[in-house]
């Protein structure tokens, strides 16, 4: 049996966006972690993923001039959640422009967001570490990635 493998686990099907907004990379983060992820969310049985990502978005930012440009990758992730249980999640990311008059803040009280340059994509602690390898490689190359597990 895998050591992952648990009766009571699940797999997350998530989009995420790599948020452009006047040439800075948006960020979000859960207020008082130390750590930042793609803003997005769960997909909804019967919703794709690109509509998933736009409800996430105006869910968590609000009603924004959102336009989802380009696909970005693929990214599987395994973490414990305790000392019994994991948790598996699948992230498509897609690339998303949004208008440069729109201001970023949070619609949720216990989410910040912040924006950064592309340049220093690297020095922020963003999770889970494979998105951030890939987009990496996405933002030299311009290709899109597959990070498995």
């Known amino acids: 049996m895998d050591k992952y493998f648990s009766p009571k686990s699940k797999i997350h099907l998530i989009a995420r966006g790599v948020l452009i907004s006047d040439g800075n990379i948006i960020l979000c983060r859960v207020k008082g972690k130390d750590w930042y992820f793609l803003p997005?969310?769960?997909?909804?049985n019967g919703e794709s993923s690109k509509e998933a990502l736009l409800r996430e978005l105006r869910?968590?930012?609000?009603?924004?001039?959102?336009?989802?440009?380009?696909?970005?990758g693929v990214c599987e992730n395994?973490?414990?959640?305790?000392?019994?249980?994991?948790?598996?999640e699948v992230n498509i990311i897609f690339k998303v422009e949004v208008s440069k008059k729109n201001l970023i803040f949070s619609m949720e009280k216990d989410l910040e967001f912040i924006a950064i340059k592309k340049e220093d994509f690297l020095k922020y602690?963003?999770?889970p570490e494979t998105i951030k390898t890939g987009i990496q490689e996405y933002l030299k190359t311009n290709t899109p990635f597959l990070k498995e597990i």
């Open 78 to 88: 395994i973490f414990p959640l305790d000392e019994e249980m994991f948790q598996q």
């Open 40 to 44: 997005g969310g769960h997909v909804e």
């Open 59 to 72: 869910e968590e930012i609000g009603e924004k001039d959102y336009k989802i440009t380009s696909f970005i």
């Open 125 to 127: 602690k963003i999770l």
